[in-house]
């Protein structure tokens, strides 16, 4: 099936919370919602699924009317083709992985033979293909999202729905569903809206991002902007992360002329997109670049000193592929003291590779 652009403007009321906000996401793209807690992230989703009623507004997808509030449109939410992924898998405790994936198309109408053979190979594509007879169960958390990832993909849905689909996962099985994710988004056609509160899903797997506060939208464009030159506060915090973009080699990334190296957090393909992820806290300020060391050094030129409780973070840029690749690091007083730093000086962020970890990519470079 050939998918469509979504476009959406909503108002919706719940007791004195109002969200209005408006979207459009290309088919193949991923739009991240971010934003604070009851800022109105599910409630956008919510309403794009059909489970909540705008007050006002509409959603389509191509010529096709989802809502339409002025015309009294309201297609209910099994008339909807949407594939959800929420938090939890939600399977149905009584069927197997593989009856559980074969549950949308034979829905659709398929034979119950040739539904579970198309259940069977999404198995296989989300790497669950021998969980197929198991029931949720025996599942673990993140087996339990592999099968509802296939579950929500093999009706072939026109709108893909991610709804915090890492936050229950824990530190071991979130990365792996997360190279998982980016893998399937980027083999598939359709418009996927995914609402998280992690930065680093956002730079993994979003093509674009919008940012809600109190309901109301503050800021939007592609990843690699929002992130790179925040302008609301909760994005600033947000963006707590210094994150590299580049291309992806043996052990690290090559962004224009700055190398970084890191371990390999997520499977990365040479030679595609990938972003190297590191704390403030873990760069080291010198000088001069330091001999015979095996960490990463890149020389950049200091552009603020912004005093922080008992740090003080350093903000600097130094040019990659034709643009500033703008880091941070969080240094002590006395440690600004001894290097006598001033803003314009020319210094190394050094940061050992081990504190540096590599995902592949979709979104661009930024720090907090």
Same mark, same amino acid.
């Given at each position: 099936?050939?998918?469509?652009?979504?476009?959406?403007?909503?108002?919706?009321?719940?007791?004195?919370?109002?969200?209005?906000?408006?979207?459009?996401?290309?088919?193949?793209?991923?739009?991240?919602?971010?934003?604070?807690?009851?800022?109105?992230? &599910?409630?956008? @989703?919510?309403?794009?699924?059909?489970?909540?009623?705008?007050?006002?507004?509409?959603?389509?997808?191509?010529?096709?009317?989802?809502?339409?509030?002025?015309?009294?449109?309201?297609?209910?939410?099994?008339?909807?083709?949407?594939?959800?992924?929420?938090?939890?898998?939600?399977?149905?405790?009584?069927?197997?992985?593989?009856?559980?994936?074969?549950?949308?198309?034979?829905?659709?109408?398929?034979?119950?033979?040739?539904?579970?053979?198309?259940?069977?190979?999404?198995?296989?594509?989300?790497?669950?293909?021998?969980?197929?007879?198991?029931?949720?169960?025996?599942?673990?958390?993140?087996?339990?999202?592999?099968?509802?990832?296939?579950?929500?993909?093999?009706?072939?849905?026109?709108?893909?729905?991610?709804?915090?689909?890492?936050?229950?996962?824990?530190?071991?099985?979130?990365?792996?569903?997360?190279?998982?994710?980016?893998?399937?988004?980027?083999?598939?056609?359709?418009?996927?809206?995914?609402?998280?509160?992690?930065? @680093?899903?956002?730079?993994?797997?979003?093509?674009?991002?919008?940012?809600?506060?109190?309901?109301?939208?503050?800021?939007?464009?592609?990843?690699?902007?929002?992130?790179?030159?925040?302008?609301?506060?909760?994005?600033?915090?947000?963006?707590?992360?210094?994150?590299?973009?580049?291309?992806?080699?043996?052990?690290?990334?090559?962004?224009?002329?700055?190398?970084?190296?890191?371990?390999?957090?997520?499977?990365?393909?040479?030679?595609?997109?990938?972003?190297?992820?590191?704390?403030?806290?873990?760069?080291?300020?010198?000088?001069?670049?330091?001999?015979?060391?095996?960490?990463?050094?890149?020389?950049?030129?200091?552009?603020?000193?912004?005093?922080?409780?008992?740090?003080?973070?350093?903000?600097?840029?130094?040019?990659?592929?034709?643009?500033? @690749?703008?880091?941070?690091?969080?240094?002590?007083?006395?440690?600004?003291?001894?290097?006598?730093?001033?803003?314009?000086?020319?210094?190394?962020?050094?940061?050992?590779?081990?504190?540096?970890?590599?995902?592949?990519?979709?979104?661009? &470079?930024?720090?907090?």
């Amino acid at each position: 099936m050939s998918h469509d652009r979504l476009l959406a403007e909503v108002t919706v009321d719940r007791g004195t919370f109002t969200l209005s906000a408006e979207c459009a996401v290309e088919p193949g793209d991923v739009v991240a919602v971010l934003g604070p807690n009851g800022s109105g992230k &599910s409630t956008l @989703l919510s309403a794009l699924a059909g489970s909540t009623r705008p007050r006002e507004g509409n959603i389509g997808l191509g010529d096709r009317v989802w809502l339409d509030t002025a015309r009294g449109v309201d297609v209910p939410t099994h008339r909807r083709s949407v594939g959800l992924l929420a938090q939890n898998a939600l399977l149905f405790p009584h069927l197997s992985a593989l009856d559980n994936v074969a549950f949308g198309p034979r829905a659709a109408g398929r034979s119950k033979k040739a539904a579970r053979a198309l259940a069977a190979r999404w198995l296989s594509d989300v790497d669950a293909g021998e969980l197929a007879e198991h029931r949720p169960g025996r599942l673990s958390g993140g087996q339990g999202q592999r099968v509802a990832l296939a579950r929500a993909l093999a009706a072939d849905p026109e709108l893909l729905l991610l709804d915090e689909p890492l936050a229950a996962l824990d530190v071991d099985a979130a990365p792996a569903m997360r190279g998982l994710l980016h893998r399937v988004l980027r083999d598939q056609d359709r418009p996927t809206v995914l609402v998280t509160h992690d930065v @680093l899903d956002a730079v993994v797997l979003a093509d674009r991002v919008l940012v809600l506060s109190a309901g109301r939208i503050v800021e939007r464009g592609p990843t690699r902007d929002v992130l790179a030159r925040p302008k609301a506060a909760f994005t600033a915090h947000l963006a707590g992360l210094n994150l590299v973009t580049g291309i992806a080699d043996a052990g690290g990334l090559t962004s224009g002329a700055v190398r970084i190296n890191g371990r390999v957090a997520e499977p990365v393909v040479q030679d595609e997109p990938a972003a190297a992820v590191f704390a403030p806290s873990t760069v080291a300020v010198h000088r001069e670049r330091p001999d015979g060391s095996p960490r990463n050094a890149v020389r950049v030129r200091l552009a603020g000193i912004e005093p922080r409780g008992d740090v003080v973070r350093l903000r600097a840029a130094t040019r990659t592929t034709g643009e500033d @690749l703008v880091l941070a690091a969080d240094i002590t007083p006395a440690a600004v003291a001894d290097l006598g730093l001033t803003i314009g000086d020319e210094v190394f962020f050094v940061v050992k590779a081990t504190e540096v970890a590599i995902h592949p990519a979709t979104g661009g &470079s930024s720090s907090p």
